[in-house]
């Protein structure tokens, strides 16, 4: 079977607060990362390669070893953009595993341009192409064409039912808005 690629933000893995502040339907840390890790894993396979768009895990460096153990159950080859909680130093987070660390991140994918970056501020200053973010958790899942950007897309896992998203579906997406 072909390797498949997924896109995921805002895991906030680490983080108790955000299960009150997102809503999540977990009462507690280790619930909430049970969950995102099985859900992770039933969408994933090993072979498989995901981008985590920010705010992977609410740690600093003191926390090295949880969010280590926490990546270590996860399938796939992981690539991250850093976003605003991710203050893990990057030669660390690829000691631990991530194969890239990136600020932001071009990719083109069929005949698409995609811009990775956590923060969906970016599309402002952005003249063509998709952006892929997190950040904003449940506020929006996407953005029509605006300021010459097809589109803006939130692949965080508050809006996908706390599971990465095949890049296909989101190719499918803009498919879908460019022909309406």
Known sequence: MKPKLFLTADEHYIHHNII????RPWKTLHAMHSALIERH???VSSDDTVFHIGDYAFASTQDYQKVRKLFKQLNGRHHLIL???????PF???KMGFTTVHTALWQTWGDINFV?????A???AMDDGVLLCGHIHKLWKTIP?????LQVINVGVDVWN???VLLDDIIALVEKRKNQ
């Open 145 to 149: 064409e605006h300021h010459g950007v």
């Open 92 to 94: 660390n987070y690829v």
């Open 20 to 23: 009150h502040h997102c809503d």
């Open 83 to 89: 976003g605003n909680h991710d203050e893990i130093k």
């Open 41 to 43: 894993n039933n969408v």
């Open 162 to 164: 706390y599971t990465p």
């Open 116 to 120: 990775m970056a956590h923060d969906p």
């Open 122 to 124: 970016v599309y402002t």
